[in-house]
């Protein structure tokens, strides 16, 4: 069980933290994602952890503004966004699979979904 918060209204250039708390599971050991879905488009990834921690991933639009971190204490994965722009309002979600060494950004990979949170960036 996941459980996403954070969202907000925030303007162009500000920031923002989005966090996913897990119950029922340990995130250590698991590989971790970010995904989401801008009104009208699919739902596109745009930061993914491996379990490894050898591997960060992120999509290229938000490369050296967004960051995905974990807190193992607090079972806890956040993500860091910085500089944000209006392309960037959409539903955040976050995901989870124990393990796993395909693709980050493949959602058929993960079988753990968190709810949406909604961030929206105004001009």
């Known amino acids: 069980h996941l459980v996403v918060s954070g969202g907000g209204l925030v303007q162009a250039g500000g920031s923002l933290r989005l966090s996913c708390a897990a119950s029922?599971?340990?995130?250590?050991?698991?590989?971790v994602a970010w995904s989401r879905q801008r009104p009208g488009q699919e739902r596109e990834f745009v930061a993914a952890?491996?379990?490894?921690?050898?591997?960060?991933y992120y999509e290229d639009s938000v490369k050296g503004r967004f960051t995905i971190s974990r807190d193992n204490a607090k079972n806890t994965v956040y993500l860091q966004m910085n500089n944000l722009k209006t392309e960037d309002t959409a539903v955040y979600c976050c995901?989870?699979?124990?393990?796993?060494?395909?693709?980050?950004?493949?959602?058929?990979?993960?079988?753990?979904w968190g709810q949406g949170t909604q961030v929206t960036v105004s001009s």
């Open positions: 995901a989870a699979v124990r393990g796993m060494v395909g693709s980050l950004f493949d959602p058929l990979n993960y079988n753990y």
């Open positions: 952890n491996r379990w490894s921690g050898l591997n960060t």
């Open positions: 029922g599971l340990t995130f250590s050991g698991y590989s």
